[in-house]
């Protein structure tokens, strides 16, 4: 998985609590993603990083933030988790933009907001 | 803002048949293609991908396609194997940062 790591890889949790997912790489690549994977509807972008403590909105952004304090880490937090906050959530690099942005996945994290 | 539509949902062939997954993208801007594969329980891993210059692409038993002017692109798997079986997604972006992704298809090589 291209020196992408995710934790937790499962988490179980209730409704109002806060949740925070890790990405971490080794690659040393600029930019990195936060999607979420559920059935029929793809991956959707929440947010993206182009640089230590430069983070921009996805899609999906309602309900998360994120922070990049490192180039290696990029945090994902669910500050309320709410039910329909339960997928699975992919981090991904990539070392350049646009056209040559080819993005490398982490393994997941399956989360579960009951 | 960009929107990509992905057919079939399902697909499912037999070993060493030709498999073609579709895909339309709504933003003309969009200019970079690319075909992802999830197998179970992993993260999706890029197979190829196809800028807007380019009408074709192939790559071994996989190509692509691109229509600008009706604005679809197709995924070609020939000679069809069990590990070929996954999901795949199309995806378009227009140069920024922002890739929009197809709903999926789940492929099915019975043996």
């Known amino acids: 998985d291209a020196g992408i790591t995710q934790s937790p890889r499962h988490k179980v949790t209730e409704t109002g609590t806060p949740v925070t997912l890790r990405c971490h790489q080794t690659?040393?690549?600029?930019?990195m993603y936060w999607y979420r994977q559920d059935p029929g509807h793809g991956l959707r972008l929440i947010h993206y990083?182009?640089?230590?403590?430069?983070?921009d909105k996805g899609e999906v952004s309602d309900g998360y933030s994120v922070s990049r304090s490192k180039t290696e880490d990029f945090l994902l937090t669910l500050e309320s988790a709410t039910s329909s906050q339960t997928s699975v959530y992919f981090c991904?690099?990539?070392?350049?933009?646009?056209?040559?942005?080819?993005?490398?996945f982490g393994p997941g994290t399956r989360l579960t907001v009951l | 803002g960009e929107n990509v539509e992905q057919h079939p949902s399902t697909l499912s062939v037999q070993e060493g048949d030709s498999a073609v997954i579709k895909c339309t993208y709504s933003?003309?801007?969009?200019?970079?293609f690319p075909w992802y594969k999830q197998e179970l329980g992993k993260g999706p891993q890029l197979i190829i991908d196809?800028?807007?210059?380019?009408g074709e692409k192939k790559d071994q038993r996989i190509a692509v396609t691109l229509n600008k002017t009706a604005k679809h692109f197709s995924l070609h798997i020939t000679e069809t194997q069990p590990e070929d079986s996954a999901v795949y997604f199309c995806?378009?972006?227009?140069?920024?940062?922002?890739?929009?992704f197809g709903a999926g298809t789940r492929l099915f090589v019975k043996a």
């Open positions: 991904a690099i990539s070392w350049d933009r646009g056209e040559k942005n080819e993005q490398f």
């Open positions: 690659e040393n690549h600029r930019y």
């Open positions: 990083s182009y640089g230590v403590k430069d983070t």
């Open positions: 933003d003309s801007a969009s200019n970079y």
């Open positions: 196809i800028r807007s210059n380019v």
């Open positions: 995806a378009a972006m227009e140069g920024g940062f922002k890739t929009i």
